[in-house]
C-alpha cells in the first residue's frame, strides 16, 4: 500500500512539473514583441542611429530570464545596426522610453515637432510607441517638414526588420 500512495505521488508531482513548464513556454511565446519606424531631424538634419553605440547588444539565447530583468531597457530599444526601427518588448513604451535608452536627447529650448503615419500629434514623446507607426521628430529649425514625411519609414521597412528579429527570441 505505501509503495501504491509513493508511485500516486511521483505521478502527480511529473504531471504537475509538466504543467508548469508547458504554461511557462506558452507564456513565453505570446510575449510581447513588436515594431515601429521612426526618424529625426535636428535643424533640418536627418539624425543617424544605426551606429553601434546605439544598439542593445544581446547574445541570441533561449535562456530569456537573464535577459529580462531591466524592464526599462524591454520598452525600446535597437538591435542589428538597423537605426530606424525600434523593437518594443514591454508594455506601456513611450517614444521617450527610446530615447532615454539609447542616450539621445533633444535641446528643450528648441521646438520639437512630432508626425505619427503623417499626422502632427502633440508631446510626441509621451506618446506610445505602437505597433508599425512611423514617426518623424523634428527638432529645431525644419523647413522641409513635407518633404521628410514624405521618406518616412514604411511599413515594408518596419516588416522586413521584425522578420529578421524573429529569427531570435530575445531580440
Ligand atoms: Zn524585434
Redesign the pocket.
Known amino acids: 500500500m505505501k509503495h501504491k500512495v509513493l508511485i500516486f505521488i511521483t505521478v502527480l508531482f511529473v504531471f504537475v512539473l509538466g504543467v508548469v513548464v508547458y504554461t511557462k513556454k506558452f507564456a513565453a511565446k505570446k510575449k510581447i514583441?513588436y515594431?515601429a519606424g521612426f526618424q529625426v531631424y535636428k535643424d533640418g538634419k536627418k539624425q543617424e542611429f544605426s551606429n553601434i553605440k546605439y544598439m542593445n547588444i544581446q547574445p541570441c539565447t533561449e535562456n530569456e530570464k537573464e535577459y529580462r530583468e531591466d524592464e526599462q531597457i524591454e520598452k525600446a530599444h535597437l538591435?542589428d545596426l538597423d537605426g530606424d526601427v525600434v523593437?518594443v518588448e514591454a508594455e506601456g513604451a513611450k517614444w521617450k522610453d527610446l530615447f532615454t535608452n539609447i542616450h539621445f536627447s533633444f535641446d528643450s529650448s528648441k521646438p520639437l515637432l512630432g508626425y505619427v503615419n503623417g499626422k502632427k500629434v502633440d508631446s510626441i514623446l509621451n506618446y506610445p510607441i505602437r505597433a508599425e507607426d512611423s514617426v518623424v521628430i523634428f527638432s529645431g529649425k525644419n523647413p522641409n517638414v513635407e518633404t521628410a514625411l514624405k521618406g518616412r519609414i514604411t511599413k515594408k521597412r518596419i516588416e522586413s526588420v521584425?522578420r529578421k528579429?524573429e529569427s531570435c527570441a530575445t531580440?
Open positions: 514583441h515594431h538591435h523593437h521584425g528579429s531580440d
